[in-house]
Nanobody
Framework: QVQLVESGGGLVQNGGSLRLSCTAS????????MGWYRQAPGKQRELVAS???????NYADSVKGRFTISRDNAKNTVYLQMSSLKPEDTAVYFC??????????????WGQGTQVTVSS
């Protein structure tokens, strides 16, 4: 079984910064694309940013220029550096990964989520 564990959420003031981390743990697995999603109260979960195994990045229009996604393949970890945070960025942030194992093939996994709250 492969698990994604997120960290780095919290409370920050308008204009502040936070860095989220997500590490995949388990045995005998590989990682393809990784990404961050968020879900605000009463809203659907939305893609924030994603990064392929080769490093290609994709961002939601609402975070372009403010958020940066990166990954450390040696540590099985993806990061989300968030700057110039706004109250509308308040949400639960979820890590997501496309994984594969030789015995079961490709599969997708979610982390448990971490709360980000931006005060006005």
């Amino acid at each position: 079984q492969v698990q994604l564990v997120e960290s780095g959420g919290g409370l920050v003031q308008n204009g502040g910064s936070l860095r989220l981390s997500c590490t995949a743990s388990g045995s005998n697995f590989g990682i393809d694309a990784m990404g961050w999603y968020r879900q605000a109260p009463g809203k659907q979960r939305e893609l924030v940013a994603s990064i392929s195994s080769g490093g290609s990045r994709n961002y939601a229009d609402s975070v372009k220029g403010r958020f940066t996604i990166s990954r450390d393949n040696a540590k099985n970890t993806v990061y989300l550096q968030m700057s110039s945070l706004k109250p509308e960025d308040t949400a639960v942030y979820f890590c997501n990964a496309d994984l594969y194992r030789s015995d079961i093939g490709s599969f997708n996994t979610w982390g448990q989520g971490t709360q980000v709250t931006v005060s006005s």
